[in-house]
């Protein structure tokens, strides 16, 4: 079974940088297809940034330019490189995958940007 487990998360002032990171367990990491989601207050839970099992990426159009999704399939791990931060990326940052048709999503990780 796998779980996820995020972390990174923190406060930063605008224009800062974050790097987040979403650690697997199991042995199947190198083929999953890995997401990172954001729900900011009182909003709903959003895409942000997906990575395939063979590195093709999108982007919310939101973050596109700012962010950066990269895998290390040695460390089980996924990141989300973050920088240029706005106060509206303010929000709780979750890893999710699927398994067998199955969402799993890790605990989350908030990242507050605030001068």
């Known amino acids: 079974q796998v779980q996820l487990v995020e972390s990174g998360g923190g406060l930063v002032q605008p224009g800062g940088s974050l790097r987040l990171s979403c650690v697997a367990s199991?042995?199947?990491?190198?083929?999953?297809?890995m997401n990172w989601y954001r729900q900011a207050p009182g909003k709903e839970r959003e895409l942000v940034s997906s990575i395939t099992s063979i590195g093709s990426t999108i982007y919310a159009d939101s973050v596109k330019g700012r962010f950066t999704i990269s895998r290390d399939n040695a460390k089980n791990t996924v990141y989300l490189q973050m920088y240029n931060l706005k106060p509206e990326d303010t929000a709780v940052y979750y890893c999710?995958?699927?398994?067998?048709?199955?969402?799993?999503w890790g605990r989350g990780t908030l990242v507050t940007v605030s001068s």
């Open positions: 999710r995958t699927d398994v067998n048709f199955v969402a799993v």
């Open positions: 199991g042995s199947i990491f190198s083929i999953l297809h």
